[in-house]
């Protein structure tokens, strides 16, 4: 149940109004409009139960008078019904939450913890848990383990009934369940082992979700209380507002006294309303409040609660919105209790009742109300004229431009928008991405959004320019240094760090502010990046990437079932993706060359003509070929490897320190047996005989995912003949020669049988048996038919059976190394790498975006920029002042940082040359130059051109023009060169992050 109170006209027309949005948004959700005829919510337990409130789990209250929401938060207590508050008044705003004295959290951050592989445990009070070398857990103090597969640890005596288990009948450590310790991020302590052996060997460490019960202090008594009950995690997300809480408590029941009294709100410039607020607040204050912070804080409340600051409401939309799914679904750990935050820093600067005058406008009401008398006038014109970059129009894109639309940035007469993304509009962006309807589906995400932001405010018509662009170093000429240069800020929407990398340094040469942003599900970020005042995106390193899985785990290993899916997926492209396109591209290149191939060289060449020849050789010419196909497959991958990887490695096996082969993480696996009656194995016959039809033009059965289909298919695959499994002691020395290789990043080597090179009288031979084999193909194909279909991994459209394929594919591997199964939608983001993304961090982030942009436009000290760092699911965010420019010392008295940019322009630009630029180098910073580059291609190297023989060529390149020697655009002023220095104190070093150089040439 949602309620908000107005005016009895804009209230019905904005519910009718929003409603059918909502409807036209999500079709599956039900939406009833109870309207009350003009009445308040009652104040009375029997007008609540009269007008349905018990029938609802949840009830959200916002702007609402204080006497209501406490008769609603009674009402709610007594029935345990989910109650949350959420308020914005102009740059003020506030979430309250009451979930009841006992509420369960079943996942209390939404972290995917995974399981660990032991090394050693002690036998001590404090048992420790070392693990592998090289492995980090991710476990906190107080999380529930549990341990199995370990060697060894058998129980000592009678001490079973003091054992914690999720099995009966312990007799040993295994499948007890133990509270974590932290020591370190390679081991950790779980209580007394004294009870057990010692440890032998082996062991994992699993994670177990538990549910944590938490209480909430009712609403109607915190109301009015003189300090609340904060959110311990929320309360200092800013560490320069800590008293802002206790102020914006007192403003908010100031406001609630006001309204009561007067039945309006405050209005901004009328002085007698002020100061009447102000001596309300001076009422409710506890004594020890700082009386001069209290009444800015105080006055500036007072003029702009009559108004709403659209960027904090999109924030606290988002946020309010994720603190309602998690009262009905007790996933991620809610808000206890109250949870302030205000922007007052983009509001103009009031420190006495005087300053209130800075609020008067016009008395003409326009729809930019709200942003004039938040922002002030100067802000609002600032906004009005911002010439804003916007590079993507995905998820945030979407939400920044909302958040444009209603400030109204770039709607002035100087102002402008540009918004450039690539991408089209596909159905799994409709669950976050909200200027999108199924109608949009295949439409360019720039123009649809751009159309729907000037729908939402009509003054961007002809101010926002929609491209299809991307902003990469191909497309410089179209945002070139001069479009840089030209704007007055930049905000990213982007979802790799590549591309971030990229615009920030271009933001960087050019001296243009840029806001960058980015969400994974719970999670966000915002950092602010202010021409020489703070730090640049480039300028921390990124972490190593821990996630790349080693070769053999992949092929031979596997820890977890992502190595699974991963397999598999890589499995679908080499079967119907890379091999379908090489026969198709040796097949043109034949037809084409009039039935002689192109000469093969390399070796790489020869392995794809025996692969096609192997393809035309077992292609299919009925969907029955296709069945037989995909059991033979499945006896391949899921029996006979594994036979082969066992005859390789015996489960006896030693290591050459004599210890066991087959120990964590290297799991043996055990082989299938083909069942039509087992689900899995049906799904993976379906999938892989449909998509092998596919490949070569075979019409396939209808509703062949229906799972009766797939379950004749798979009766049928029953009936084919397989193969005898014959032991190779070729591909045995294979694979252990890729097992030996492994540290030394071996080559993946080819254990599938395709053969070894062959020499030039075999390769003749192949080239005729391949146009032999082609020619006999393509005289059954008919007219307009291909060779073959190459079929390109595509995620988003579930009847192409790709994920169906990969599911089952990898669920088989899974179960053949004893891993746990991962559902269909789990595989589907996994192997279609989908970054998790949720509509309410989506919200919050670029809520706080647009936010520091009006800082930003409006010129605000460093200090009161904030970088962001948000979880929705903890819950907390930390806002902090942007980090300075990192500065390298060069010289004594030279220092650069990132933002320094050496200019050099003689006397005659056009003729100028390398001599001229080191001379005005070495003299102006003291400094030898050495060599040059431009954009990243060597124009002079000294080494290379100090070598005997090439003096006249070294005299000619540092004399010749530098406009002659680069291939430069027509009309090009300048180029920018990166030249190396040499290290005065140190002979033969080069000095590190000296400045770009700017060289006029005109």
Known sequence: FFFFQAEDGIRDFCLSRGLGDVYKRQQYVRVDLNKRNGEELPLLEKGLEEMGLGEYNLVLVTETAYEQQAAVSAFCRKRNIHLI??????VFSRVICDFGEKFLVVDKNGEDIPEVFIKNITNEKEGKVTLIEGLKHKFEDGDLIEINNIQGMMLVGEQEEEIVASKADIKSINGTLHKVKVI??????????????????????KFQRTPIEISFEPVHEALYSKTPPLDQNMEDADFMKLDHSLMSHIAFQTLDTFIQKEKRYPIPHKSEDLESFLKLAQDIKPEEADQVKLTKFILTFGCTCMYVFAPLAAFMGGYAAQECIKALTGKFMPTKGFFYMDTIEVTPSIEKLE???????STEHSRDDSVKYCLGPQLYEKLRDCRLFLVGAGAIGCELLKNYAMLGVGSGPLGEITVTDPDIIEVSNLNRQFLFREKHLRKPKSLTAAAAAIQMNSNLKGKILARLDKVQPATEHTFNDKYFESLSIVTNALDNVQARKYIDSRCVTNKTPLIESGTLGPKGHVQVIVPFKTESYGSQSDPNDENEIPHCTLKMFPEETLHCVEWARDKFGKLFSQKTKALLKLADEFYFAQDLLPSITTQQEQQTLRQAIKMLKTRPKTFDDCIEWGRKKYQKYFVNDVRQLMYTYPIDMKTKEGAPFWSLPKRPPTELLFQSSDELDCYFISAAACLRAKVFGIEIPQNARNKEIRELLGKQAEKVSVPNFKPSDEKAKQISSQVNKE?????????????????????EQMKKEFQKLLEEYMATLKEGQQVCYPEEFEKDNDEN??????YAMANLRAKTYKLEHMEWINVKLKAGRIIPALATTTSCVAGLQTIELCKVIAGTEIEHLKNAFLSLAVPIMRLSEPGPPPVTKLLDNLKVTIWDRWVVKTQDSAATNITQVFETLLKTYGLKPRDVFYRSEPVYME????????????????KKPISDLLDLEEGEEYVDLTITFENPNKKDEILTNTPLVRVHIK
């Open 355 to 361: 300053d209130v005058s800075k609020f008067k406008h």
């Open 743 to 763: 540290n030394e990043n071996a080559q993946e080597i080819d254990v599938e049988g395709e053969g070894s090179v062959g020499n030039q009288p075999e390769l």
């Open 943 to 958: 080494n290379l051109m100090s070598i005997h023989g090439r003096e006249a060529e070294k005299e000619e390149t540092l």
């Open 85 to 90: 508050s959420c308020d914005v008044y102009g």
């Open 184 to 205: 370190n991020s390679n081991s950790f302590s779980i209580g007394d082992t004294t009870k057990y052996s010692e440890y032998l060997g082996s062991g994992i460490a």
């Open 801 to 806: 059976q790709h994920i169906d394929y990969i």
